[in-house]
Nanobody, 124 residues
Framework: QVQLVESGGGLVQAGGSLRLSCAASGRTFSRNLMGWFRQAPGKEREFVAAISWSAIDYSDSVKGRFTISKDNAKNTVYLQMSSLKPEDTAVYYC???????????????????WGQGTQVTVSS
């Protein structure tokens, strides 16, 4: 059974940093697309960042402030968040795609597995 477990969320002041982790179990995702999404209260879940063996992409709202990385030995993907803003407040979800392929990385529909989410709150 595949599981994705996020950790690292919390409360931070504006301008601060946090690092989220997503540990996968049940199979490896060394070459597969993995991504981070977030959902603020009353809003739809939105794309944040994606990574595969061949590419990395970010949403415009986090580009230059967030960094996604992957440790294949640990089967874990990270999201380093810096210069945090109150508008970054949301539940952050990790996701993984079962098959190979990077197209439509911004779409929730291409991801087969999701974590339970971790809350990030940025105070002003």
């Amino acid at each position: 059974q595949v599981q994705l477990v996020e950790s690292g969320g919390g409360l931070v002041q504006a301008g601060g940093s946090l690092r989220l982790s997503c540990a996968a179990s049940g199979r490896t995702f060394s070459r597969n697309l993995m991504g981070w999404f977030r959902q603020a209260p009353g809003k739809e879940r939105e794309f944040v960042a994606a990574i595969s063996w061949s590419a990395i992409d970010y949403s415009d709202s986090v580009k230059g402030r967030f960094t996604i990385s992957k440790d294949n030995a640990k089967n874990t993907v990270y999201l380093q968040m810096s210069s945090l803003k109150p508008e970054d407040t949301a539940v952050y979800y990790c996701a993984a795609k079962s098959a190979l392929g990077y197209s439509d990385y911004e779409s929730r529909k291409v991801y087969d597995y999701w974590g339970q989410g971790t809350q990030v709150t940025v105070s002003s």
